[in-house]
């Protein structure tokens, strides 16, 4: 297995291929934020806090990775295609990236330990966009604004049971990343003015943490012979201040002046996620809730008019029709589908920018623990009413798990 996690991280730390632009939607805030980080997630409509299973590790909710039996090791990328217009054109962007890798330890089974090490992404900022202006026959120029960069999330936690089966689980995590800004004005041929170039840029790491608490079985309640494995699942992610070092760079005709370089806090607000998982015979079902208050967000003691509250509402099934540990291949694959919808953190105009997807996705096995997810999304995003944008958004998400046991106690 150590192999073989070399070779999988070798591969995807190279894969940020294809980036051409993005959405305009990102300049605001810390851009679109990752609430999926793996390919299993996307297919059940993302998310997946109460999600219980021992041959993966649920990153959303640490008190999940009880469950782990064996070391695992998990990696995803993903693949996304946009068609973005207004109520006149409209362009297309493609980006393939890596989206983080981790590993889990089961440190103590009989207890719960589990020990699970990772970095993931948190979000993105990616946009490009060009504005023509014609004033007469001299002086016609060109404005583009760029946008680039976004945080990551380096992470380490434990879980634990509790007495009455209840799980516990926790992480600190460290965030880091940087967002540049640029705008340039191009002057064509027949001006007398010289191009010019604005670049903001900024510069953030902060520590954070993640609680998770998983319930016992509650099959009990219900009475039921064919729902069963019904879980509640809670998780916490309080990301704290980030120290934030800015700089304005301003490239003209005089050349270059750096200015505006000064040092700040930015807060990001918390996120709760709540779910419900159970079993409906050789069904999975998984509701998700997620909130997230952007209407908090500060930067330097500022909040942003363009930032409000994030709600995203989704679910996923998943099924099983052989249900058992072996068989032949395509009888251990398994199908997934989910639905989601998402008021976004983005208020542009006194509109709310909201999402709706519609997900799918399969597991193919790989041996005894070991697994490829494939994970698919179609969705809308926006209005151009008001003259804002709508965006089509095609995604495709692949994660690799490779589950192995490292550790025996021996016998005494």
Known sequence: MRNKIFIVFTILMFSELFASGGSVYTRYGLGDLYLYNSARKLSLGGIGTAILYNEIVNLN?????SAMDNTKFGASMLSNFSIISDENFNASYSQVKFTGFHLGLPVQRDYGIGFVIGIIPFSTINYDVQNSYTSGQVNNYQQDFIGSGGLSKAFFGFSY????????????????????????????????????NFTSEFKYKGLGTTLGLLTPNLASIFNSDKINNVRLGVSYEISGKLNTDSSGIATTAIGETVFEAQSFYTKMPKKLSIGLNFNFDKLIVNLDYVNQPWSKYRQ??????YLSDLNRYSIGVEFDPNSKKYGTFWELVKY??????????????????????????????????????VGLMYGMRGTTENNLLKEKIFQASFTINLGELWFIRPDR
């Open 61 to 65: 909710n640490p008190a999940t990775w």
């Open 161 to 196: 049971i509790l007495p009455l089966d209840i799980s516990i689980g926790a992480t600190l995590d460290y965030y880091t990343g940087n967002a540049k800004y640029q705008t340039t004005i191009i002057y064509d041929g027949t001006s007398d003015f010289s191009n010019s």
């Open 300 to 305: 330097n003691e500022k909040p942003s008019s």
């Open 336 to 373: 997934r589908g989910g639905l989601s919808y998402e008021q976004s953190q983005y208020t542009i105009k006194g509109l709310k920018v909201n999402q709706v997807g519609i997900h799918t996705g399969m597991s193919f096995p790989l041996g005894l623990e070991n697994t490829i997810d």
